[in-house]
């Protein structure tokens, strides 16, 4: 766990989840020349980017669908 980092980023709309992903994963190989392994989100289509995902080989965990 001493090499683990968890990020919170807060949205003011929807709309905004999918560019500021992409923001992410790209700061994250640039700025500390590093891959994103995971993210973790709940089941909503905003973070459906199975594509940038796959071709960036982040696993997409998500939680259950009947869970808080």
Known sequence: DYSCYTWIVLFKS????RAHV???VHLGENQFET???S????NEPEFLLK???VS???L???NCVVTS
């Open 14 to 17: 929807k709309g905004e989840v």
């Open 39 to 42: 993210i973790y989100s709940d």
């Open 35 to 37: 891959n994103i392994k």
């Open 60 to 62: 997409h965990q998500t």
């Open 22 to 24: 992409r923001k992410f």
């Open 56 to 58: 960036k080989e982040i």
């Open 51 to 53: 594509d940038f995902f």
